[in-house]
């Protein structure tokens, strides 16, 4: 049973437009959410998080939206650019028994096109 | 400041054959560490996590296994790799004790490609 789903398996946009990922999940015990971005050949690296207490969180270009009530979240990448092209993989924590460790969406892969 | 290393960076391995795979952090004491895998067109599924020396949780029965030698070394085994096994195994740590919460994530090696012929 897949409990954090990334239903879009790739997102192609433009550069300097807005590029939205999205993520949903169903075990309502998850209060962490942390977005990794991906290059191929690489581990993933922390991009940025959220708390279940919070519904938005902000870093530079890169913002992430929780919606408790929907279990839904994404990750809002403004403006968009090259470079940015990667698997993004949504991921949750703090379900019961499950504090220690992630569990990770299969991935959007995101092309920004110059 | 912390570093993990995993090696090989590709492996390649006739099916049959044993794997060890080796995971080292620097730079911290007492890590939680973990294995993940990510097969072709699949995300990332936890294998194992360790929080001490010794201390191994499975996720997924399979024929691999982990061990915790040492503080900060996590080793990936098989006695006998079946084509299955092929994938993107990656190595991970965060701070002993912590769950994994927004400002404490896991950090990623760079993985190890193995390819099972």
């Known amino acids: 049973d897949q409990q954090v789903k990334q239903n879009s398996p790739s997102l192609s946009v433009q550069e300097g437009r807005i590029s939205i990922l999205n993520c949903d999940y169903t075990?309502?015990?998850?209060?962490?959410f942390l977005w990794y971005k991906k290059y191929p050949a690489e581990g993933p690296t922390f991009l940025i998080s959220?708390?279940?207490?919070?519904d938005k969180n902000e870093d530079g270009r890169f913002t992430v939206f929780l919606n408790k009530s929907a279990k839904h979240l994404s990750l809002h990448i403004v403006p968009s650019q090259p470079g940015d092209s990667a698997v993004y993989f949504c991921?949750?924590?703090?379900?019961?028994?499950?504090?220690?460790?992630?569990?990770f969406g299969k991935g959007t892969l995101l092309t920004v096109n110059p | 400041s912390q570093t993990i290393h995993q090696w090989p960076a590709t492996l390649v391995q006739p099916v049959g054959s044993p794997l060890s795979l080796e995971c080292t952090v620097e730079?911290?004491?007492?890590?939680?560490l973990y294995w993940y895998r990510q097969a072709a067109g699949r995300g990332l599924q936890l294998l194992f996590y360790s929080v001490g020396i010794g201390q191994i949780s499975s996720e997924v029965p399979q024929n691999l296994s982990a061990s915790r030698p040492q503080d900060r070394q996590f080793i990936l085994s098989s006695k006998k790799l079946l084509l299955s096994d092929s994938g993107f195994y990656l190595c991970a740590w965060t701070y002993r004790g912590d769950r994994v919460t927004y400002n404490s994530p896991l950090h990623f090696g760079n993985g190890t490609r193995l390819t099972v012929t």
């Open positions: 075990n309502s015990m998850f209060d962490y």
């Open positions: 991921a949750a924590s703090g379900a019961l028994r499950s504090n220690y460790k992630l569990t």
């Open positions: 959220i708390s279940s207490i919070k």
């Open positions: 730079g911290t004491s007492n890590p939680n």
